[in-house]
């Protein structure tokens, strides 16, 4: 879907694979992956598994809810939840060489990785809406096409957020390359960053970015991200699993979307007792847990492998685009071979 004139091609590949490189490299995997505690506790026959978890990722509260909520044992399952803070590739590392045995995250971050071949697909996808693109309010800015020119606050160059900003840069006539200025800032400075006139924009993903937004006292405003234009019918987050485990263990693999996507459900129904779960992961205070958990779009989570497959398809084209995936990758092809439905 060609987004810009055929003279873009001037758009380098250099600068955003440097970040999305790192997604396929098989990092070390951090000293302390730290299991978290089981609420529910394993009766007889319960298949065994472990599943990745950022552990801070508001988002993907399906995790904890589908443990203390009983979900997991439901469908015979005793699953252990391992933490990997923001350690993408320890988890991406961990679910491919078999030291756990299904993660969660970005389907962005998945793509770059699985066009490069890496042994896990998607089963399931779990909410939409959780990355944000700030500006200042008083700077009037309407959409992505004003931050030509600008500096773009991100966590990393690598980032789901980072990546998705300059898709979105891309599709507004922008090379996001050469036409803005990435600069790295932790999370909670990214707003203070925004005060000082030393970056003009911030992309990242909640709960951080949320909280940026609400304490600015309404200095900063919202002009884009996943909860809007075509991204907000969207899931953004998936469930991934490794592919020797499909194959040997489909019915513990299909238990376990299930477990994920009936906890997804039930957190949309139910999104102050699901802050309540997550006042154990997280000092913030639960009535802003809940707000952050009502912006997401928790309705949007299935099993169905067809429309996994267009969603994955459609984020696999954006990439391309900006040249994280290759311009000779077929997005059909990859998204074809990357979902499974494990439901039907």
């Known amino acids: 879907m060609p987004l810009l004139p055929d003279t873009s091609s001037l758009l380098t590949r250099r600068g955003l694979i440097a970040g999305a490189s790192a997604l396929a490299a098989t990092a070390p995997i951090a000293a302390s992956l730290a299991p978290f505690p089981s609420f529910a506790q394993a009766g007889a026959g319960l298949q065994k ?4 978890w950022s552990g801070t990722g508001i988002c993907l509260i399906s995790v904890p809810v589908a443990d203390t909520k009983g979900f997991f044992t439901k469908y015979g399952l005793d699953v252990e939840i391992v933490k990997f803070g923001t350690n993408f590739d320890g988890s991406l590392e961990s ?7 299904a993660t969660v995250n970005f389907i962005l971050r998945f793509l770059k990785p699985l066009e490069q071949g890496i042994n896990v697909r998607f089963t399931g996808a779990l909410h939409g809406g959780c990355i944000r693109v700030l500006a200042p309010t008083e700077a009037k800015v309407a959409d992505y096409a004003g931050l030509k020119g600008k500096a773009i606050g991100v966590t990393s160059m690598a980032s789901a957020a980072k990546n998705f900003a300059s898709v979105q840069l891309y599709k507004a006539g922008i090379n996001p390359d050469t036409d803005v200025e990435w600069r790295v800032y932790p999370v909670d400075l990214l707003g203070e960053a925004i005060r000082k006139g030393e970056i ?77 779960v997550f006042t154990a992961y ?12 009502r912006s997401h779009t928790h309705e949007h989570h299935f099993g169905d492998g067809k429309r996994l497959k267009q969603e994955v398809a459609l984020y696999a084209e954006d990439l391309k685009t900006v040249g994280i995936l290759k311009p000779r990758t077929d997005v059909r092809a990859l998204s074809d071979r990357t979902v499974i439905d494990v439901l039907s």
């Open 49 to 52: 598994l472990k599943l990745g």
């Open 95 to 101: 679910v491919s060489s078999g030291k756990i045995d």
């Open 282 to 293: 997280s000092p913030i205070p639960i009535a802003t847990i809940a707000e952050i958990i």
């Open 200 to 276: 003009f924009a911030a992309a990242d993903a909640d709960p951080g970015i949320f909280l940026q937004l609400k304490n600015s006292d309404g200095a900063l405003t919202e002009i884009g991200g996943l909860a809007s234009g075509v991204y907000k019918d969207l899931s953004c987050c998936g469930i991934v699993v490794r592919n020797d485990f499909i194959d040997s263990n489909k019915s513990a693999v299909a238990a376990l979307t299930r477990a994920l996507l009936d906890a997804a459900d039930w957190v949309h129904h139910n999104p102050d007792e699901a802050a309540e």
